[in-house]
């Protein structure tokens, strides 16, 4: 079964700019096509493993696979195996990798009320499709979210969060106008990730008491504390259209069916 996309939902459906690579990243057979013309796939190569679904971070990609539930004692237990392991695909549960399930997967298994997860696997230290993000990591973030542990947010670095169809407005608004020059597009407030995700818990009426700010400086690449551009100069064009965060979130969550979602 081929992965479904959603091109509204892909972000080089918005942006022309757009440098997202997550599904060509995740492809362990290079069969996603990213060009100045497309995102394809390239069926030839494409062998339906499903690794590009948890990979997409705007939900782009559709899950083509997903585990079985029985009850057991009265209860929902999920059951799901990698072909390695159980060799008879389009079985219940079978799937060519276990590593297929993400985050957003397991999460909606826990809110249909699925509290045991039985995994079947090979040694996926031997297969090609084993170094993408493991199922592991994503069943503890799920757990981590689930119990409520205490969580560490970046409480440093001050970030802008800036809404693609703003950029792509503006891009259009440029263009329409026969501008020239650098013009600086930013979302109209600031604030640290550990702000903007207690923020969005309110939205969406969750508690957000495990959360801890974190004030060490990033491991990765060094970027500047604050990130913020001026957007005085596309201002001064007379492009007006920055969207707050929170009317972001809410639309976004309501295109979810998430609570907090705009009515």
Not at 43 to 55: E, I, M, N
Not at 90 to 105: N, T, V, Y
Not at 213 to 220: E, G, L, N, Q
């Amino acid at each position: 079964m081929r992965p479904e996309v959603i091109a509204e939902r892909c972000v080089h459906s918005h942006l022309e700019q757009a440098t997202c690579r997550a599904c060509v990243d995740a492809c362990p057979r290079g069969a996603f096509v990213l060009d100045d013309e497309r995102l394809g796939i390239d069926t030839d190569r494409c062998d339906a493993c499903g690794l590009c679904a948890p990979a997409c971070p705007q939900g782009a990609v559709l899950d083509a696979f997903a585990p079985v539930t029985y009850r057991v004692g009265g209860e929902p237990v999920a059951f799901a195996a990698c072909e390695r392991a159980l060799p008879v695909i389009g079985e219940p549960g079978i799937m060519p990798c276990l590593h297929a399930l993400g985050l957003r997967h397991l999460l909606a298994l826990r809110r249909d009320g699925v509290a045991r997860l039985v995994f079947g696997r090979a040694d996926c230290r031997s297969c090609p499709r084993g170094r993408v993000t493991p199922i592991d990591t994503h069943l503890d973030a799920a757990r981590q979210i689930l119990e409520g542990r205490p969580a560490e947010v970046d409480d440093l670095l001050v970030r802008s969060p800036t809404w693609i169809e703003d950029v792509a407005e503006a891009v259009r608004f440029l263009l329409g106008h026969d501008a020239s020059g650098v013009f600086h597009v930013s979302g109209p407030r600031s604030a640290t990730r550990y702000a903007w995700t207690l923020e969005t818990a309110a939205l969406m009426g969750r508690n957000a008491g495990h959360l801890r700010p974190s004030h060490r400086p990033p491991i990765a690449a060094r970027r500047p504390v604050n990130a913020r551009l001026d957007t005085g100069k596309i201002r001064e064009w007379g492009f007006a259209r920055l969207t707050d965060f929170a009317d972001v979130a809410r639309q976004v969550l309501a295109q979810a069916g998430l609570p907090g979602g705009a009515p």
